[in-house]
Structure formats: structure tokens, C-alpha cells
């Protein structure tokens, strides 16, 4: 059986009561897009091996609402035979019922597909777009706070955790979306046209997912087709430019740089201590446009200033006056488990980084701390931060280990085995990293913790707390997964903090906050 022709164009206004979708997963973006579905006049049948007792409330609403509901073991083994349309919520090719759709040639659309379909014609919003490997959140709330300083109607949805379904659903009217997109959303996203859309970098990640490095940045190069107005990229990161440059976008679109260093024109850069536009003015050949202070992006770290350029970067491109990236910067909320100072005792500083979900993100971590860190690790002056390191001479226990996805360490290791004082490895790819220790850091000395239950942490803090020195850091920047012992990179941090306040019970340096 083949899908109906029709659904290759399908938008908001096509009749969706003849067909037949199942939705794979009732999760956060599955349930959604059976929602949406159901209220588009579709025939929704959902689909979740896992019976617990969340799905089965969500479950139970989407049957009151038309929706067929199978959930429990086996449940998602056998595509339907009348299936006109898959939705997947970020499932691997592999999974049996997305190959069976393959083999019968039933289209496979993300949830960011479909709502970008059922928002046309009638709510035609345009999009902000951002992934890379790493940064995604961050630049992605970044940016929803630079377009709320500018006045406009906004939402940080996509990837960050609020399927962008529930803006086509909701009857108030929005302006513009910052729209973060993971490599999982984009391999099954076909149509796509976004105003403009920002690569921040690309590094080895989620192979085990994509199958090749190759594969996966394929993925993430597809952001920039058909776009508009401005593709934003990383600079430093000649593998961004590359996609802007291969990429079929509308006639007139532009290419737009970011960099750590001096920017030359269609670039936005930093110069002393000033965030500054040379892409968006009309003199742009020879003067610059202050955007924002240095000072202005928290928490400070070189990685987190270029995150801060993108999002201006693509604000600008949507007409955004510069003093609302300044102030969207000032009063950005940014998710706790980004470079977050625990606590300060005993001269020790602790930090989580949990976010840390992959060896690219682990390096930009570890380059904010160390004896060779500085305030402005990029060259110039940067703003005066007496904990951006440990201390005069201070050195990085680093906790690490997890899910390696694929990737390797060595490279990593071989970056910052000048800077650690120790390393305290957990998680099933512990291994992994041992190895690449053992092969290019030698003399540090590693504590490997080999239980594999959630205390495991607690065992980790207090092997940190007995390599550390005064004027050293101690980083959770795990660089790997974290759903070998978690439920999610939050979960693992507030494990950490736990873990840190139980250890050093008793009054600290000063309370917790961002670095």
C-alpha cells in the first residue's frame, strides 16, 4: 500500500480526515503531534512500547480525543498495513516499525515537519533556526530573550523541550520562533524553509544514532536549505561555512560569520571588550556596531560569548535593534547544569557542566578552567572574573564518563592533560576514557568508580574531593550521555550538587550560583 499522493504537499489546509497516521512514541513531541493530528481531522493511532503509568494518562486523553492508543511491550513492532504516515519523535532508522515504513515507502516525517506543514498557510510564522554538536539551548534562549527585549511575541520551542506543535495549536498569534533543532529532528525533516538559520559547530556525536560522522552532518547541513535571509556560522569551524556554502537557499540569502576574533565585514566578532556587528549596517566595509559588553554574557566563557554572537547574529538578521540583544543577554535565563559553581570551600571550586553530553562540549568546559585559563581566552580583555579558574596555579579534576555514543577521547585528553590534576571516571564507556588517559596522560592519576547505580556519584564527589588542592576546580563535564545511569543530564547533575552539598555539610565561600 502507498501513501496518497496529496501528502507530499500536505500543509495546514489539506483535508487530513483521509489519512492514516501513526505516531511513534507518546512522549512530550509524540502526544503533541497526535493532538495536532486529531485536531487536523486525522486518524491518529499512537504507538509506545513503554506502559508506565505517564504514557498511559496521556494515553487515555488522546483516546478521549478520536486517537487509537497501543502502549506496553510489542507495541510499536508491527507498522499498521494501513498507515498512511509515520511521525517520529526522534527514533533511530533502525527501529523496526521506521523500517518497515522505509521498505513500504510510507513517508517518515518529524514532529518539527509536521507542525511546520500544519502552521501553513494559515500561521506562517517565521523561524529562527539553531543546532550544532554543541550550545543549541543556550543560543536558542539567547535569542527568545533577544526578541522579547525587541517587543516581539516569541518562544523558545523545538529541541529545547516545548514541541513546536503547541504553537500552531495555540490561537494566540506569535511573531517569530527560535527554533532549536537536533540532528534527529533534521534527518527527518524534508521542507523546511526557515528565515535563517545558525550551524553553531560540528564535532563526532551521536554516530551510534546516524550510523557515520558523515551521516550526522548531513543531517545538520539540511537547516540551511531553502533558507531566506541570513545562514550563520562558526568562523573557526570551516565545516559550517562549507554547508552555507553548498546549500541551496533563496536567491538574495546571505552568508553571516561569527567569530571569537576581529570580524571582517558580513561577520559579527568581539573587539576588546565590545560584541560588534559588521553584517547588518550599511557602512559595514569599514565601522562596526557595538551590539553588547563582554560583561554582559554570563556565565563568561569563551564558548559561551560565540553561543552569545550567534543568537545576535541571527536577531539582527530578523531586524532586531542592538540594544535588544544587549539587554536580551542582561536578562537571559539560561537552564541550571551550564557551568555552574556549586559552591567554593576550602579553596576547592566546585562545577557542574552536565551538559556536558559530548567530547566537544566536555573541551570547551575544561578551556574555561585551569592554570592556563584566562579571563578573555580569545584573545583581548575580558570582563573581571576572580573565579573564572580555580587560582594562581590551580588545575582541573575532572569527573567524567557515561554513554560515549560512538566517540572518542583521545583527542580531548591529549588537549588538557597539561591542566589535570586528577580524573574520576563513572558510567558504562568509563573504558573509554581510561584508555585514552592511560595513552596520553599517564602521570594523572585516575580514580575509576565501578558501580553503575545512581550513589555512584557520591562515590565520585568524594574521590574528586580527595585529588583536589586548594585553588583547583573540580568539573563535572562528563562528556558522554547520561541515560546509562539517569534519566537525563539533569538528573545527573542535580546527583553532583547533592552529592557536594552532603560532602562539605557546613557553611562554604558563598552560595550557589553561575560561574
Known sequence: MTSPDWLSSADGASDWSQAHVVVAGVGVSGFAAADGLLQFGARVTVLDDLASEANADKGALLEVLGGTVRLGPGSTAVLPADADLVITTGW??????????????????????????????????????????????????????????????????????????????????????AVELSSHQLHWSHSLALHSAAVLNLQPDHLEWHGSFEAYAAAKAGIYERVAVSCVYNVADPATEKMVEEAEVVEGARAIGFTLGTPGPSMVGVVEDLLVDRAFIEQRRDSALELAKLSDVTPFAPHNVANALAAAALARSYGVHPTAVRDGLRNVTLGSHKIQTVTTRDGVRWVDDSKATNPHAADAALRAFGSDATPHAFGGTGPDDPEHTGGPGGKVVWIAGGQAKGTTFDELVSAHADRLRGAVLLGVDRGVIADALARHAPEVPVRVITSTETGAMTQAVAAAASLARPGDVVLLAPGCASKDMYSDYAARGHAFVEAIRALTAGPGTGPAGTA
Open 92 to 177: 533511530s532508522p533502525t527501529a523496526p516499525l521506521l523500517t518497515q515504513a522505509a521498505q513500504r515507502a510510507v513517508p517518515i516525517w518529524s514532529e518539527v515537519e509536521l507542525a511546520w506543514r500544519l502552521s501553513r498557510p494559515a500561521k506562517a510564522i517565521p523561524w529562527l533556526g539553531i543546532t550544532g554538536t554543541n550550545g543549541k539551548t543556550t543560543t536558542t534562549q539567547m535569542l527568545a530573550a533577544m526578541l522579547s527585549a525587541s517587543g516581539l511575541r516569541t518562544a523558545a520551542v523545538g529541541n529545547i523541550g516545548r514541541p513546536v506543535m503547541e504553537i500552531v495549536l495555540d490561537p494566540e498569534p506569535y511573531d517569530v520562533l
